[in-house]
């Protein structure tokens, strides 16, 4: 059973957590979805043998015919194995040394074509009780919307996961190569009107938004911008004996300008008199830290021995005089710019744990404000309570993970930062 709901209702879990900030806990998940997967090809064998020694033959056709056809191929699988790394450098790949170790023994090969397995009965019924389970045509267009989002999202996750290989293997041709799918695969990852027509009104949005839902997010535009700015940058600085390095100085220019919007747009959207921060700002802060100052972090020390400091030395008593290059002048900027970004990130987050804790001991009849339709009209004084306090230590703990990734973030590019 626990295998089966692993497989089919994973989709609750991943991404989601992720965008809450429970990092670790998605990388865990796509770690159990790929052992359940193991397990379940060697049983098949097993169990397919057994079939044979007691004669029960299309028994055991239709076991290997199962695994070959639902099992392998799975959407949940291929998208744990392509998560999975791509996370990593979120929790624990730091360092471009250990990203290196991790990537040479952890290698990925995908299925041609991917099967949906989900379970897509429980969300709808979950979200909106009046209508309840959808079915008939209504579910077989959720569905085929479904599966048309989740294989583009499985493709640009999968690209994310060759970018940060490019990055470590210090491929500048094959990081150009995989940006150009990249991009080309934003660019199509918004559902068409024609698409979206048929199930606009059984399967919206909840940003409104003709996209894919896991890519779905106000700042989605401008967050994708700012990685791609640091990959252009890291594609061009990687390239020995730069002549003429306007290009990279142009692109990691740009790279501080996206970083420094970014800062303009998360923070002009606190508001201070909401105490629980809304779902879609933690959101955008995750997805900030998973798209582009995770993969900027190995970016950056890729591309650091490629931009180097040049001593002017007058003398053999005086001392050595640095001399930086416009390119090298460009490359700390942008690295001030992130370090600046999670510094600030951190000081609002930490001031925002310490009011969610003085709300906490307050034993006032207050509610923070939840999403339509899934509390109770009517909740008893104990009932709201309890739920306050369900909320608030969620966020707070929810808070503690991301300032500890934040943490983590801020020393790799300081030290980029630092005119030492």
Not at 244 to 253: G, L, T, W
Not at 389 to 410: C, P, V, Y
Request: with cysteine.
């Amino acid at each position: 059973v626990k295998q089966i709901q692993l497989e089919s209702l994973g989709y609750l879990l991943f991404p989601w957590c992720a965008r809450s900030g429970f990092f670790k806990e998605a990388k865990l998940h796509c770690t159990n979805i790929q052992t359940i997967h193991r397990s379940a090809r060697s049983d098949a064998g097993e169990f397919a043998f057994a079939a044979l020694e007691n004669s029960n033959y299309n028994t055991a056709v239709d076991l290997l015919v199962f695994q070959a056809s639902r099992m392998d191929p799975s959407f949940q699988l291929a998208l744990a194995r392509v998560a999975e790394p791509v996370l990593a450098l979120v929790t624990e790949l730091h360092t471009l040394n250990s990203a290196k170790t991790y990537f040479s023994s952890n290698s990925v090969v995908l299925p041609n074509t991917v099967v949906v397995n989900c379970d897509l009965h429980v969300w709808p019924a979950w979200r909106d009780k009046q209508r309840g389970r959808l079915d008939g045509e209504d579910h077989k267009i959720v569905e085929n919307r479904f599966a048309v989002c989740a294989k583009r999202y499985l493709n640009i996750v999968s690209l994310q996961r060759e970018l940060a290989l490019a990055l470590v293997e210090l491929s500048s041709d094959k990081l150009g190569l995989v940006l150009q799918s990249l991009e080309k695969a934003l660019e199509n990852a918004h559902i068409s009107n024609e698409e979206d027509d048929a199930v606009r009104a059984s399967c919206s949005n909840q940003y409104n938004e003709n996209c894919i839902p896991w890519l779905a997010h106000p700042w989605c535009r401008q967050l994708w911008q700012a990685a791609i700015y640091g990959y252009r940058f890291a594609m061009q600085a990687m390239i020995k004996n730069l002549s003429d390095p306007v290009d990279a100085i142009a692109s990691v220019a740009a790279l501080r300008l996206a970083l420094l919007d970014l800062g303009d747009l998360i923070f002009s959207e606190r508001k201070p008199s909401i105490i629980v921060l809304s779902r879609i700002w933690i959101a955008g802060v995750c997805d900030l830290l998973l798209n582009v100052l995770a993969p900027l972090g190995l970016v950056f020390q890729a591309c650091a021995p490629s931009i180097n400091t040049k001593k002017k030395q007058h003398n053999k008593k005086s001392k050595a005089q640095v001399v930086r290059t416009p390119l090298e002048t460009a490359f700390r900027a942008a690295a001030a710019q992130a370090a600046q970004l999670l510094y600030d990130l951190r000081a609002f987050l930490r001031a925002r744990t310490s009011l969610l804790d003085d709300h906490l001991k307050d034993t006032t009849d207050w509610l923070p404000p939840a999403p339509l339709g899934l509390l109770p009209p009517d909740l008893a004084a104990t009932q709201r309570a309890a739920l306050r306090t369900t909320l608030i230590e969620g966020q707070i703990l929810s808070i503690d993970r991301i300032l500890d990734i934040i943490g983590a973030k801020h020393v790799v590019f300081s030290e980029f930062a630092s005119t030492r």
